[in-house]
């Protein structure tokens, strides 16, 4: 779709691509409304997608497709599998290409970055938490600690969500994964530094929509660790889904190479079957519907880099250390086993120690992080500054759609998400101005 296509742009000559994770400053979008490479600051003339204000969770983007676009009208931000190389103010898109790597070889590759990644943290940091979401990601994470002999330097804190309406995969209401939390506490107790269970609350959300930008908002809980404490460094395993492999893209992808469909599908619906698989409890994918490489997805979630700073604190995510490289994989190597039962990060566990944490693995899914569910909030609960929509943009028709919801006494959480999201873009243009 894009893979030759020739833009103006601004940027002096070299090779650019939007890394996963990066900040908004170094995110590049086609504005084919130009037939130009532009990046935030020049796009305040671009009128606003209307779908934007009501799915603001994703932003910059519409969708993990980049086909669907982003919040500005016929703009694109495309996936780190695309190169634009500039010259003389001219921007041509490359498709990324480098040599494909059987898994074996990915998992070598992969687990010493990881590795290298950890090590440099330590060096630099005497006090690190780890936000434990008790998923295999973060087990991955904890494994290198562990083999690296950092955990009496290590505090892991998981949290438990009452922000969120209940659900079957809140580690309170999941006896598995209660018990798999249970039994690491009392087993690591006596290595690690402290393990603590973190509660968030309405007030936790709340405190970050009064008091923070857009990217704090959605990572409230990770804004709950930073206040409490300050000048340490803060380990992530978001990201890993991608990087490890326990994706439905993954999946998707290996349907759109795949050169005997129903084979495939066959194998696909099958390993469904063995319920004791990592993902089998989590996934949803149509095998019925379209399938999309890895370079039509982008593996951007949120901006971890924007809480940096904050209350002296810096912010890490070792899974995310190179995303470009899963992704020439030569796929005959991956089956669909591989991905349904999170088989790289199995095999990077188990190198760094053994079968000591199979116990602790359940399944995929959890909403006991950084995510909330749709509630309504009286307007006391805001501060009144916080209402004021900026001037600065080329609002679409949704304007409307939030001018009523916010005239309202009471208020829904992704209302005040896509007005915290305007400010936020608001603030990437010369003449931010908050006055209504």
Not at 96 to 118: S, V
Not at 363 to 391: A, E, M, W
Request: with cysteine; net charge negative; glycine share 4%.
């Amino acid at each position: 779709m894009f893979n030759g296509l020739v833009l103006d742009t601004n940027l002096e000559d070299g090779i650019y691509y939007n890394r996963e994770p990066n900040s908004l400053h170094d995110t590049y979008f086609i504005d084919t409304n130009s037939n130009s490479l532009k990046q935030i600051y020049e796009l305040k003339d671009v009128k606003l997608e209307e779908k934007i204000y009501y799915s603001p969770s994703k932003f910059p983007r519409l969708h993990k497709l980049i086909s669907h676009g982003t919040a500005w009208k016929n703009c694109y931000a495309l996936s780190c599998s695309h190169d634009y190389n500039v010259k003389d103010k001219k921007a041509t898109v490359i498709l990324h290409q480098e040599t494909k790597i059987p898994l074996i070889d990915y998992c070598e590759k992969y687990y010493k970055l990881i590795e290298q990644e950890i090590i440099k943290i330590y060096s630099q940091h005497n006090d690190v938490v780890l936000q434990f979401s008790g998923g295999i990601d973060s087990l991955v994470l904890l494994s290198y600690i562990v083999k690296l002999g950092y955990t009496k330097r290590t505090i892991l804190i998981n949290f438990e969500n009452y922000f969120i309406t209940d659900h079957p995969d809140l580690i309170r209401n999941n006896i598995k994964k209660n018990l798999a939390r249970t039994k690491l506490m009392l087993d690591c107790k006596n290595y690690l530094s402290d393990f603590i269970i973190m509660e968030l609350t309405d007030e936790d959300w709340l405190w970050a929509v009064n008091n923070c930008a857009y990217t704090q908002c959605q990572l409230y809980g990770s804004m709950k660790i930073l206040k409490n404490f300050p000048n340490t460094a803060l380990i992530t395993g978001h990201h890993g889904d991608q990087t490890l492999l326990h994706d439905t893209m993954w999946i998707s992808h290996l349907f759109a190479n795949s050169t005997n469909i129903s084979e495939t599908k066959k194998e696909y619906v099958e390993s469904l079957q063995n319920k004791s698989l990592y993902m089998n409890n989590y996934i949803d994918y149509d095998v019925d519907g379209q399938h999309n490489l890895l370079h039509d997805y982008t593996w951007h979630l949120k901006y971890w880099h924007d809480l940096n700073g904050y209350n002296g604190c810096s912010v890490y995510t070792p899974l995310s250390v190179n995303t470009r490289l899963c992704r020439n994989i030569d796929t005959n190597s991956l089956t669909i086993n591989d991905i349904l039962d999170a088989k790289v990060a199995k095999t990077l566990i188990h190198k760094n120690i053994g079968n000591q944490f199979d116990e602790y693995i359940t399944h995929q899914g959890n909403l006991d992080g950084d995510v909330f569910s749709k509630k309504y909030f009286d307007k006391s609960n805001f501060h009144r500054d916080l209402f004021c929509i900026p001037k600065n943009i080329n609002h679409n028709i949704g304007l409307l759609w939030l001018e009523k919801n916010l005239s309202e006494q009471t208020i829904e959480t992704n209302t005040i998400l896509s007005l915290k999201m305007l400010q936020l873009i608001s603030q990437n243009f010369e003449d931010a101005d908050f006055n209504v």
